[in-house]
Nanobody, 122 residues
Framework: VQLQASGGGLVQAGGSLRLSCAASERPSSRHVMGWFRQASGKEREFVAA????????YYADSVKGRFTISRDNAQNTVALQMNSLKPEDTAVYYC????????????????WGQGTLVTVSS
């Protein structure tokens, strides 16, 4: 499976961005699609995830209420709508897919997109 992330850019604090992740093939009903981010000098961290079957969503506390993850079954895409952005949201954002394990851990994901840079200015 190949994942292609897009939608990053430069935005002022308080603004919004929408990231998209396109999968080369339809995720199975067992897949969980996740977004992670990695700021300069820091470890990659969990942001949000969605179960492909059923659409159950999971969020890191730091983005809960500001970010929304969604999926489009017809397009095989996963989106991350980011509102009320803060400078601390600045990072490279990665989409990934997993079939088992803890959805919040990078080790559970076996396919990763190339990353898209989000920069939030103060």
């Amino acid at each position: 499976v190949q994942l292609q992330a897009s939608g990053g850019g430069l935005v002022q604090a308080g603004g919004s961005l929408r990231l998209s992740c396109a999968a080369s093939e339809r995720p199975s009903s067992r897949h969980v699609m996740g977004w992670f981010r990695q700021a300069s000098g820091k470890e990659r961290e969990f942001v949000a995830a969605i179960a492909w079957a059923g659409g159950t969503t999971y969020y890191a506390d730091s983005v809960k209420g500001r970010f929304t993850i969604s999926r489009d079954n017809a397009q095989n895409t996963v989106a991350l709508q980011m509102n009320s952005l803060k400078p601390e949201d600045t990072a490279v954002y990665y989409c990934a897919s997993a079939m088992r394990g803890n959805y919040a851990q990078t080790a559970s994901y076996n396919y990763w997109g190339q990353g898209t840079l989000v920069t939030v200015s103060s």
